[in-house]
């Protein structure tokens, strides 16, 4: 059984593989404890951005196989992005899992998170670059944050997203899901005319939300990232 760890600033998430398969999650730094008990690991993989080190630290005093995530690790994709030293872990292994889900065929993974990030890789195995974008949350909080008074706007307090607000709540509420919505569909547009051959994936904590808004086929697959690292370790161990 393969262990994959992503390491975040506030989350901590494991995935148990058998071999390619996700078979069960886990969350929380003492939920390795759980695993190492009850689950026999051969080998694991740990990307970490944030600070914490008591994961990679247990799983040392252990002989399970570790590696750590890097850009110098052997990549079932080529990376063309002409400054790969600053392109993220999670948008590398998403990456990865989206050409091993979907091979031969031109690819817009994209993560709707802190920021929502669109990754391109083609038919050929390779990735390309994409875009980066403010996040849901990030557009309300300045809205909030930049302005003397427009209020900060919590979406999860509304049902429906109409088109034209009727108070400054719902305007603004207006402004950033249905913006969202005709940027994302705009760019899944201008690659499928441009290139064809397309397959769109979503991941991240709100893309929920926008697969239901969005009138096209996205695949969502909200461990994208596990996925991929899982992917990088049996492609390197």
């Known amino acids: 059984m393969n262990l994959a ?20 999650l886990f969350s929380g730094e003492t939920a390795i404890d759980e695993i ?10 740990v990307s970490k951005t944030g600070s ?19 850009r110098e690790l052997n990549l079932p994709i080529k990376i063309l992005y002409k400054t790969p030293e600053t392109l993220g872990a999670d948008r590398i292994a998403g990456s ?8 031969n065929r031109n690819i817009l993974k994209i993560d ?4 929502i990030t669109y990754d391109f890789v083609n038919e050929k195995g390779e990735y390309l670059g994409g875009a980066i974008s ?13 302005t003397a008074k427009l209020p900060l706007v919590d979406p999860m307090q509304f049902s429906s997203f109409e088109l034209t607000g009727t108070d400054t709540s719902t305007s603004i509420l207006s402004g950033v899901i249905n913006g969202i919505k005709e940027e994302v569909s705009g760019i899944i547009k201008e690659y499928d005319l441009r290139l064809g051959n397309l397959k769109v994936v979503a991941t991240g904590g709100d893309a929920g939300l926008f697969v239901t808004l969005l009138k096209c086929e996205i695949f969502a697959r909200p461990n994208l990232v596990l996925e991929g690292l899982n992917r990088i370790l049996n492609y390197n161990l």
């Open 5 to 24: 760890v992503d390491i975040g600033n506030t989350q901590i998430k494991f995935g148990l593989f058998e071999k390619d398969e996700l078979a069960e």
């Open 36 to 45: 190492l008990t009850k689950h026999k690991i051969e080998k694991a993989i």
């Open 52 to 70: 914490n080190d008591i994961v990679e630290y247990k799983l040392k005093e252990t002989s399970i196989q570790t590696i750590s995530f890097s």
């Open 96 to 103: 990865v899992a989206t050409n091993f889900l979907y091979p």
């Open 112 to 115: 709707f998170g802190t920021c």
């Open 134 to 146: 403010p996040g849901m949350m990030m557009r309300f909080k300045s809205l909030h944050n930049y």
